[in-house]
């Protein structure tokens, strides 16, 4: 809010920067790599959403269960898509991803899972589809999990995509970034300037830049929510659900006795809402993110009383 408020925001009549220098400078210098190998886009949807533009002239690959947008861009640009179903207990088979010469998404975390897969499977990927571009999407990697971000520097073929929206709480202000090899960079770049050069307005080039600054309200928003989702996990499996170790900031529920269905219903009618999706494989589950202490303790307050009831 300072930032806003601040003499840097005022010159709106001007167009914004369209290379972005100033955030892209900042986003280099805090991740450890050089600014040839930021890319910046309004929303971390807008950089997948041009990685699929640029990168799946030979098709692209994704799981059965991971972030519906991937199956969604590739539909509307008539991509050819490979979808790869997950183990049965929804981790990744690396064996499903080796020599598929396309181009790979992978959620890490996986949505609506939360579940990581590790740095060497992520190599083995990577080092198998040498001619394609993997992409990792860590939209949620700052809630747990180990990021791939300085392999970029090893590896010509991987993007790493993250967000402004989870982890630093700012999805309002739409800014998602890449890294990867200059040469990547560039082929995001020249679709991004094919049809809009000021994809990033310029109030969040400058919020951008000030919510990096501010390490110390990172770190304490992004582990009040990993110590509220540790809490959640122990009291969610005393009351009967299981579930994967969530690695991100939402759970993946499934209870033993009743239905995610039923539950989500009953759920909406109190006005506490969760994620239901009917879908084959994964209809007896719910994505619960987490939220505050206060939101936390209503649901299971709700959950105790619903399950007792139905005993
Ligand atoms: N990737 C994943 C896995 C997500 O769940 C989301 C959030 N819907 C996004 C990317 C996009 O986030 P944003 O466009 O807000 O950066």
Do not use: W
Request: hydrophobic share 40%; net charge negative; aromatic share 12%.
């Amino acid at each position: 809010l300072e930032a806003i408020n601040s003499d840097e925001i005022n010159k709106l009549e001007l167009y914004p920067d369209p290379v972005c220098t100033g955030l892209t400078k900042r986003l280099a210098e805090t991740y450890g790599v050089k600014p040839e190998n930021v890319f910046i886009g309004n929303g971390s949807d807008e950089v997948l959403n041009f990685s699929f533009m640029a990168f799946c002239e030979d098709g692209a690959a994704f799981a059965d269960i991971t972030y519906g947008f991937y199956q969604v861009f590739a539909d509307l640009y008539n991509i050819d898509a490979k979808v790869i179903p997950l183990r049965a207990d929804f981790s990744i088979g690396v064996e499903d991803y080796l020599n598929l010469n396309r181009c790979i998404f992978i959620a890490n975390p996986n949505a609506p899972t939360g579940l990581v897969l590790p740095l060497d499977c992520i190599r083995k990927i990577i080092e198998s589809n040498k001619d394609h571009a993997i992409i990792i999407d860590e939209a949620y990697i700052d809630f747990g999990g180990e990021s791939c971000v300085q392999l970029v520097n090893e590896y010509d073929n991987l993007l790493v995509v993250q967000t402004y929206s989870k982890s630093r709480s700012l999805a309002g202000m739409r800014i998602g970034y890449a890294f990867g090899n200059k040469q990547l960079i560039k082929y995001l770049n020249d679709v991004k300037y094919s049809f809009n050069s000021y994809t990033m307005n310029y109030p969040s080039l400058v919020i951008g830049r000030a919510a990096l600054a501010d390490r110390a309200y990172f770190e304490e928003t992004r582990n009040k929510i990993i110590a509220t989702r540790e809490r959640v996990k122990k009291e969610l499996a005393g009351l009967g659900f299981t579930f994967g170790d969530s690695m991100a900031n939402f759970l993946f529920i499934t209870h033993e006795k009743v239905a995610a269905r039923e539950l989500f219903e009953a759920l909406k009618i109190k006005k506490i809402y969760v994620r239901y999706f009917n879908k084959p494989r994964i209809d007896n589950y719910l994505r619960v993110t987490i939220g505050t202490d206060e939101e936390m303790d209503a649901l299971l307050a709700f959950f105790r009383d619903y399950l007792k009831k139905k005993a």
